[in-house]
């Protein structure tokens, strides 16, 4: 463990010296005066102690969830908030430093990897990726498809198309990962939980407005709200209803940062409305849901689910893939597919400004072909594409009311009605709660 002493002065003194040399090198000696004071000065004292402790936590699996729930909120803020001052260009370089930092950590906390917004760097290539290549593609993905991704880009990488090329990877919450690029992290390829995740992007002119001009309407895999619970479900979970018992303790993250919880949010809501309840009966059900039984809200569904497995609550709102990776992986849990439920699609997207669009369309085209998708389905996911989505229909049965954003009037409807930063009706039942909220 990195003792805080040393990192502050690790920090003070390579952020000052190293940045110094290089950013000067790179962007001229002005910026780089501005950057030293902004870095040294502002990442020193406001982030440095909490990516420390974000690291630790996420690469000690074993110690629970995060205790320093402002320092979830903290290094999950866009890079325009944590350094109001410098341009995108100069975020940049300052993402560049968190990124080393964050590593340099994973490292010396037993070699983990946490599940918050951190970038795993170069050291993550794709594993069966030949030494020396000359293509490196940065993904930038959502918390929960970690295994999947790994397992997709070692394979790409044994085929024609992927023969050379390697992968850095960093995974998050889909907002905070979102926010990440557009205020200038590095990615050729970005996956995400949400498509307004995917459209904030398009606006900036990050992400090309054909993105979803294909046969999959640039989704990558679908899956579906479920409940996670104990073994042997002790609460008799299986409805909807049954999570607003009093009594009942429920786990999702926080609608700000994370997809998955817009997901789960929209499952609830939109189930209730399939019951027959008026839209306003749907909203008092989730509010009653946030306020009266959610007692944890995470930054991400991988730290949600990290949560409760360490023991905390009765159930847990999660995409289907992570309540199988987790059964799998022996944790004493079962989930239940409720009734009325969302489809979970998840967009996936090369960007305008890199380096290496033909090797990251042909990633992209890849994983849309039959061997990709299943390994969608092998890693949990529902596949998008017809001929392997038939295979493994009866791992994937369909619930009896399923329904997609478009029923509740798609996703820029949804977005301004419900988690709009100022005025969504979620948003505002979330402050009124006195629970974090971030820019959307």
Same mark, same amino acid.
């Given at each position: 463990?990195?003792?805080?002493?040393k990192?502050?002065? @690790?920090?003070?003194?390579? &952020?000052?010296? $190293?940045?110094?040399?290089? #950013? *000067?090198? +790179?962007?001229? =000696? !002005? %910026?780089? /005066? @501005?950057?030293?004071?902004? &870095?040294?000065? $502002?990442?020193?004292?406001? #982030? *440095?102690? +909490?990516?420390? =402790? !974000? %690291?630790? /936590?996420?690469?000690?699996?074993?110690?629970g969830?995060?205790?320093?729930?402002?320092? *979830?909120?903290?290094?999950? =803020?866009?890079?325009?908030?944590?350094?109001?001052?410098?341009?995108?260009?100069?975020?940049?370089?300052?993402?560049?430093?968190?990124?080393?930092?964050?590593?340099?950590?994973?490292?010396?906390?037993?070699?983990?990897?946490?599940?918050?917004?951190?970038?795993?760097?170069?050291?993550?290539?794709?594993?069966?990726?030949?030494?020396?290549?000359?293509?490196?593609?940065?993904?930038?993905?959502?918390?929960?498809?970690?295994?999947?991704?790994?397992?997709?880009?070692?394979?790409?990488?044994?085929?024609?198309?992927?023969?050379?090329v390697?992968?850095?990877?960093?995974?998050?919450?889909?907002?905070?990962q979102?926010?990440?690029?557009?205020s200038?992290?590095?990615?050729?390829?970005?996956?995400?939980?949400?498509?307004?995740?995917?459209?904030?992007?398009?606006?900036?002119?990050?992400?090309?407005?054909?993105?979803?001009?294909?046969?999959?309407?640039?989704?990558?895999?679908?899956?579906?709200?479920?409940?996670?619970?104990r073994?042997g479900?002790?609460?008799?979970?299986?409805?909807?209803?049954?999570?607003?018992?009093?009594g009942?303790?429920?786990?999702?993250?926080n609608?700000?940062?994370?997809?998955?919880?817009?997901?789960?949010?929209?499952?609830?809501?939109g189930?209730?409305?399939?019951?027959?309840?008026?839209?306003?009966?749907?909203?008092?059900?989730?509010?009653?849901?946030?306020?009266?039984?959610?007692?944890?809200?995470?930054?991400?569904?991988?730290?949600?689910?990290?949560?409760?497995?360490?023991?905390?609550?009765?159930?847990?709102?999660?995409?289907?893939?992570?309540?199988?990776?987790?059964?799998?992986?022996?944790?004493a849990?079962?989930?239940?597919?409720?009734?009325?439920?969302?489809?979970?699609?998840?967009?996936?997207?090369?960007?305008?400004?890199?380096?290496?669009?033909?090797?990251?369309?042909?990633?992209?085209?890849?994983?849309?072909?039959?061997?990709?998708?299943?390994?969608?389905?092998?890693?949990?996911?529902?596949p998008?594409?017809?001929?392997?989505?038939?295979?493994?229909a009866?791992?994937?049965?369909?619930?009896?009311?399923?329904?997609?954003?478009?029923f509740?009037?798609?996703?820029?409807?949804?977005?301004?009605?419900?988690?709009?930063?100022s005025?969504?009706?979620?948003?505002?039942?979330?402050?009124?709660?006195?629970?974090?909220?971030?820019?959307?």
């Open positions: 463990m990195i003792r805080e002493t990192f502050r002065r @690790d920090v003070g003194r390579e &952020v000052a010296a $190293d940045m110094g040399r290089e #950013v *000067a090198a +790179d962007m001229g =000696r !002005e %910026v780089a /005066a @501005d950057m030293r004071r902004e &870095v040294a000065a $502002d990442m020193r004292r406001e #982030v *440095a102690v +909490d990516i420390r =402790r !974000e %690291v630790a /936590a996420g690469a000690d699996a074993a110690s969830p995060i205790a320093d729930r402002s320092s *979830a909120w903290e290094i999950s =803020r866009p890079m325009s908030e944590l350094f109001p001052t410098l341009t995108r260009k100069r975020r940049r370089g300052a993402l560049t430093v968190i990124a080393t930092i964050a590593t340099a950590g994973a490292i010396a906390a037993c070699g983990g990897s946490s599940d918050t917004t951190s970038t795993s760097g170069a050291a993550a290539t794709s594993s069966g990726a030949k030494s020396g290549s000359d293509t490196q593609l940065a993904l930038v993905a959502y918390s929960t498809p970690k295994k999947a991704y790994d397992a997709l880009t070692g394979a790409f990488a044994q085929t024609s198309a992927g023969e050379g390697t992968f850095s990877q960093s995974f998050g919450a889909s907002g905070s979102s926010r990440a690029v557009d200038g992290q590095p990615a050729d390829v970005v996956a995400f939980s949400t498509t307004p995740d995917i459209t904030r992007l398009v606006k900036d002119g990050i992400v090309a407005k054909s993105w979803d001009d294909n046969a999959f309407k640039g989704i990558s895999s679908d899956s579906v709200v479920v409940f996670v619970v073994k479900n002790p609460k008799h979970i299986t409805g909807w209803d049954d999570l607003i018992k009093p009942t303790d429920v786990v999702t993250p609608p700000s940062t994370s997809g998955s919880a817009r997901w789960n949010i929209l499952a609830g809501y189930a209730e409305l399939k019951e027959g309840k008026s839209p306003a009966a749907a909203l008092a059900y989730v509010k009653t849901l946030l306020t009266k039984n959610v007692s944890v809200q995470d930054s991400s569904a991988s730290a949600a689910l990290q949560t409760f497995t360490s023991g905390k609550g009765d159930a847990l709102l999660d995409y289907e893939s992570d309540a199988i990776a987790a059964e799998k992986a022996g944790d849990i079962q989930y239940i597919v409720p009734k009325q439920t969302i489809l979970i699609q998840t967009p996936i997207a090369v960007t305008a400004k890199s380096s290496h669009t033909a090797k990251a369309r042909a990633f992209l085209n890849w994983q849309w072909s039959a061997a990709g998708q299943a390994i969608w389905a092998e890693q949990g996911y529902r998008v594409l017809a001929s392997v989505a038939s295979q493994y009866s791992k994937f049965p369909t619930p009896p009311q399923l329904f997609t954003i478009k509740l009037g798609g996703w820029t409807k949804v977005k301004s009605t419900f988690f709009d930063p005025k969504g009706e979620i948003t505002k039942i979330e402050q009124a709660a006195g629970v974090p909220t971030a820019s959307s």
